[in-house]
């Protein structure tokens, strides 16, 4: 054990640093504050119905009815107790808590890739700071992306197993990639993941080449046959969340529209190419890599006393607290962008470097990195640059089942360190042998530092400082202000004020590319020990990078917990009148706030809203066709409906209308008409009596015995047991009848049974389930049995039981191999 921790002191420093930094960053995380973030709330709000059934029960259910009327709960929280990642994380996450655990994620995993890489353990640790310290990878914490960090997280380990396997170490490698891959797919963040295998594509691209160009390509197909084992296994630990996960996603927002005229406007199986490029990075904008403040921050950027823009305000006649508000709310970004939280910013002096590998670095992992970088940036730019964007969004498998392509620069935040450090690293092993090094590392000064010399002396040479909506912000504030002429000098006020952002920011790095320049100058001139220059240069790119990290999120993102938990206390008068009705399953709609965009009511009420980036897609062609221009009381009543709540405008107070003529729980029908395809479908429940007619497509009738069905006359149905995922039911009727349901129709794994008989479900009126019983006096039970979700629990749990054992034997053979090295003494 002794000789153990001799052999590994230098790493369990750097990771006890790296756990240092951590907490210094965070000292609100370890005094038990957490951390402020919207979509953890509007998650919590979206998960607490699971979450109390699970307290009841002991087990999860899997279907909620607090959103969108009711969808699969594996899209809102999934348990997954057969995955063995479950335990990783869930035993990671009890040690540290969030977001240190995010934090230390991205350095741990990034120093294991410079470490695979073979580069000094400090060169490895200042590679991490850079990558995990990014702009983004901070303002995705703070915006509450959770499963999108954590799936950035491992990103580096995912790479580290293909470039081990890659280099003869077939087995350890394949082993971390199934490990790693298997934590990424855990997280479900998809799209993460299918960026990076683009990047990892282009990487196995140029193996090949090299492998066809050298004659060696029985290593590279046995390389890529342990990689492909070791996803295959990763997939399989995750069968029981990837299976659910892709029969819901042909029927969600991502899958194809059910409506002829939305689906002329939607991509083949994806979204629609505008959806898609929503948040499409500015061509112009990716100038924040290297000055964060060029495009004017984002939303927490704030003007201050001393902006153009307030003093403005206070020289015609307001109060400067009033003026400081005022400035404080103007909109400092001015890209292309509907809004951003903030900019990708890489560090100035990881730029400085990232741009000196360009041209230093020899070997294949430089195109790799050059060819990948380059392709992300050009997808990041979406249809701001859409020769290449349409390229992929037309032909490319899956590509178009994504948005916010900016996202695409994740993997950019990896890469750029990556070659910054083989930058670095080959200044310290091979500077001596780089020909004319001192003229490439002054050309890069030349280009850099003039580049941002040129922004603060004369920003508006280069950048406008104007959004392509800049003239209709000045009409719009000169209607609001009444106006024309103060509303063009407040707009010119805030131009300057953006171009002085800009200005400071460019000075600022500046200062970090002259400060790398030299440093970089005085360890190839000798001056400086290779250590002494690497240690250096990660203080200073963690000086850099943690002050723009600062600007998005810092202490003032933190609150009690109590503090936080009252978002979700019941102190609406509203809602606790609402909650004394014991019904188990009436729906609400609160007009008080964006409905379908906010899940805060789903905490307290099953809600026909909610905050989900992948509603079923039959329920939003509903909101799109009956409640985006008016409201559709007819289908608030098939939904159950039973409470409005709006706001009194004049007393400034919510208030309930109980609305009667919601349908229940279940009903009987008096009619079923049968229509021929889902647009007339749709335009049947524009106007009807849900309680009297019931709209069934065609596709049904093998289902229906039309000659038995009957008025409903003196029949009931009734909701006597309630679970989201098993409801039972009890009816009476003297005949045949059609009963509908108010619970949303999706047929990948409800099943129905009468007296425990399974029947078949009919879907009526656009979403809903229905079923033609039997007369009599009968049970119906429905139970949610996805065998998707089961078998993928059996799936996963012997994947991991074979992925634990893997590990063992790798562990064992490294230990015996180790231990057979050792030179015998011999007397």
């Known amino acids: 054990m002794k000789t153990w921790f001799n052999n590994n002191s230098t790493h369990l420093a750097v990771i006890g640093i790296f756990i240092a930094i951590c907490f210094l960053y965070f000292p609100s995380a370890w005094q038990g504050r957490v951390l402020y973030q919207h979509d953890v709330l509007q998650a919590q709000a979206g998960q607490k119905?699971?979450?109390?059934?699970?307290?009841?029960?002991?087990?999860?259910?899997?279907?909620?009815?607090?959103?969108?009327?009711?969808?699969?709960?594996?899209?809102?929280?999934?348990?997954?107790?057969?995955?063995?990642?479950?335990?990783?994380?869930?035993?990671?996450?009890?040690?540290?808590?969030?977001?240190?655990?995010?934090?230390?994620?991205?350095?741990?995993?990034?120093?294991?890739?410079?470490?695979?890489?073979?580069?000094?353990?400090?060169?490895?640790?200042?590679?991490?700071?850079a990558f995990a310290f990014s702009s983004y990878n901070?303002?995705?914490?703070?915006?509450?992306?959770?499963?999108?960090?954590?799936?950035?997280?491992?990103?580096?380990?995912?790479?580290?197993?293909?470039?081990?396997?890659?280099?003869?170490?077939?087995?350890?490698?394949?082993?971390?990639?199934?490990?790693?891959?298997?934590?990424?797919?855990?997280?479900?963040?998809i799209q993460v993941t299918y960026y990076l295998f683009l990047a990892a594509l282009i990487l196995v691209g140029i193996e090949l080449y090299h492998a066809i160009k050298e004659k060696r390509l029985l290593p590279f197909g046995k390389a890529i046959t342990y990689q492909l084992a070791a996803v295959i296994v990763a997939i399989a630990v995750n069968a029981s969340l990837l299976w659910p996960t892709y029969e819901y996603s042909k029927e969600s927002l991502r899958g194809t529209s059910n409506l002829k005229t939305e689906n002329a406007q939607r991509a083949d199986n994806?979204?629609?190419?505008?959806?898609?490029?929503?948040?499409?990075?500015?061509?112009?904008?990716?100038?924040?890599?290297?000055?964060?403040?060029?495009?004017?921050?984002?939303?927490?950027?704030?003007?201050?006393?001393?902006?153009?823009?307030?003093?403005?305000?206070?020289?015609?006649?307001?109060?400067?607290?009033?003026?400081?508000?005022?400035?404080?709310?103007?909109?400092?970004?001015?890209?292309?962008?509907?809004?951003?939280?903030?900019?990708?910013?890489?560090?100035?002096?990881?730029?400085?470097?990232?741009?000196?590998?360009?041209?230093?670095?020899?070997?294949?992992?430089?195109?790799?990195?050059?060819?990948?970088?380059?392709?992300?940036?050009?997808?990041?730019?979406?249809?701001?640059?859409?020769?290449?964007?349409?390229?992929?969004?037309?032909?490319?498998?899956?590509?178009?089942?994504?948005?916010?392509?900016?996202?695409?620069?994740?993997?950019?935040?990896?890469?750029?360190?990556?070659?910054?450090?083989?930058?670095?690293?080959?200044?310290?092993?091979?500077?001596?042998?780089?020909?004319?090094?001192e003229k490439k590392v002054l050309y890069v000064l030349y280009g850099l530092g003039g580049l941002t010399l040129l922004i603060a002396l004369l920003p508006d040479l280069l950048l406008s400082f104007k959004s392509s909506s800049h003239q209709a912000m000045i009409q719009q504030y000169g209607q609001q202000l009444r106006d024309n002429t103060f509303a063009n000098e407040l707009m010119a006020a805030l131009v300057k004020d953006r171009a002085a952002l800009a200005r400071a920011d460019a000075f600022r790095s500046l200062l970090f590319v002259v400060a790398t320049f030299a440093l970089v100058w005085l360890l190839i001139k000798h001056k400086l020990k290779p250590q002494a220059a690497v240690v250096l240069l990660g203080v200073l790119v963690l000086i850099d990078l943690w002050g723009v990290d600062k600007r998005y999120l810092n202490e003032d993102r933190f609150a009690d917990k109590l503090q936080l938990n009252r978002q979700f206390v019941p102190e609406r008068e509203v809602d606790k009148l609402i909650l004394m009705d014991k019904d188990p399953n009436y729906r609400v709609l609160d007009l008080t706030t964006s409905p379908f965009m906010d899940a805060r009511t789903s905490y307290f009420h099953k809600s026909i809203g909610g905050y989900h980036a992948a509603k079923l897609m039959r329920y939003q062609e509903v909101i799109e066709r009956q409640f985006s221009s008016a409201i559709n009381e007819d289908v608030l009543d098939m939904l159950n409906t039973r409470y409005l709540i709006t706001r009194d405008n004049n007393q400034n107070?919510?208030?309930?209308?109980?609305?009667?003529?919601?349908?229940?729980?279940?009903?009987?029908?008096?009619?079923?008409?049968?229509?021929?395809?889902?647009e007339e479908e749709m335009q049947a429940i524009n106007g009807f009596d849900p309680r009297k007619e019931a709209?069934?497509?065609?596709?049904?009738?093998?289902?229906?015995?039309?000659?038995?069905?009957?008025?409903?006359?003196?029949?009931?149905i009734?909701?006597?047991?309630?679970?989201?995922?098993?409801?039972?039911?009890?009816?009476?009727?003297?005949?045949?009848?059609?009963?509908?349901?108010?619970?949303?129709?999706?047929?990948?794994?409800?099943?129905?049974?009468?007296?425990?008989?399974?029947?078949?479900?009919?879907?009526?009126?656009?979403?809903?389930?229905?079923?033609?019983?039997?007369?009599?006096?009968?049970?119906?039970?429905?139970?949610?049995?996805?065998?998707?979700?089961?078998?993928?629990?059996?799936?996963?749990?012997?994947?991991?039981?074979?992925?634990?054992?893997?590990?063992?034997v790798a562990i064992w053979m490294e230990t015996k191999g180790k231990a057979a090295r050792v030179p015998v003494k011999r007397g």
Do not use: C
């Not at 009711?70 to 040690?95: C, D």
């Not at 703070?142 to 990103?155: D, L, Q, R």
């Not at 670095?361 to 990195?369: E, H, I, M, P, T």
């Not at 309930?656 to 008096?670: C, K, L, P, S």
């Open 49 to 129: 119905e699971i979450l109390d059934i699970k307290a009841r029960d002991g087990d999860m259910p899997l279907w909620t009815n607090s959103m969108f009327s009711g969808m699969p709960s594996y899209q809102v929280l999934m348990e997954l107790p057969n995955n063995i990642t479950t335990y990783l994380m869930r035993g990671f996450k009890a040690i540290f808590p969030h977001p240190i655990d995010v934090v230390l994620l991205y350095l741990l995993g990034a120093y294991l890739l410079f470490s695979v890489l073979k580069v000094r353990p400090w060169l490895a640790a200042v590679g991490a700071i």
């Open 138 to 189: 901070f303002i995705y914490i703070e915006a509450g992306h959770a499963n999108k960090t954590y799936a950035i997280a491992f990103m580096a380990p995912i790479l580290a197993g293909i470039l081990l396997a890659f280099r003869g170490n077939y087995l350890r490698g394949a082993l971390l990639l199934a490990l790693a891959m298997a934590l990424e797919i855990r997280v479900n963040h």
């Open 270 to 437: 994806g979204v629609s190419r505008e959806y898609a490029y929503d948040w499409s990075q500015g061509v112009g904008e990716s100038l924040t890599f290297l000055i964060p403040n060029a495009y004017g921050g984002g939303l927490h950027t704030r003007l201050d006393a001393e902006s153009n823009v307030a003093k403005l305000v206070i020289s015609k006649g307001a109060d400067p607290n009033q003026a400081l508000g005022f400035a404080a709310n103007m909109p400092t970004y001015w890209g292309e962008k509907q809004f951003t939280s903030g900019p990708w910013y890489f560090g100035a002096g990881v730029m400085f470097l990232f741009i000196l590998g360009l041209i230093i670095v020899r070997g294949r992992l430089k195109w790799w990195l050059a060819g990948a970088t380059v392709l992300i940036l050009l997808l990041s730019w979406g249809r701001h640059f859409p020769l290449v964007s349409d390229l992929f969004f037309d032909y490319f498998p899956l590509y178009n089942k994504f948005r916010a392509v900016e996202s695409i620069l994740s993997i950019a935040t990896l890469l750029v360190p990556i070659l910054a450090v083989l930058a670095l690293n080959e200044l310290v092993t091979h500077g001596n042998n780089i020909k004319n090094l």
């Open 653 to 678: 107070s919510e208030r309930i209308q109980r609305r009667n003529t919601a349908a229940g729980n279940a009903w009987f029908v008096e009619k079923v008409t049968l229509v021929k395809d889902n």
């Open 695 to 716: 709209f069934v497509h065609e596709e049904f009738r093998p289902l229906l015995d039309e000659k038995r069905l009957g008025s409903p006359v003196n029949a009931s």
């Open 718 to 808: 009734e909701l006597t047991s309630y679970r989201p995922d098993r409801l039972v039911y009890e009816y009476s009727t003297p005949h045949d009848a059609m009963a509908v349901f108010s619970e949303i129709w999706y047929d990948k794994g409800w099943k129905a049974y009468v007296d425990g008989e399974e029947q078949p479900i009919l879907r009526a009126n656009y979403l809903l389930r229905a079923m033609q019983l039997p007369g009599g006096n009968h049970k119906v039970e429905f139970k949610f049995e996805p065998r998707s979700y089961h078998l993928g629990e059996t799936i996963s749990l012997i994947a991991s039981i074979l992925l634990v054992i893997g590990s063992g």
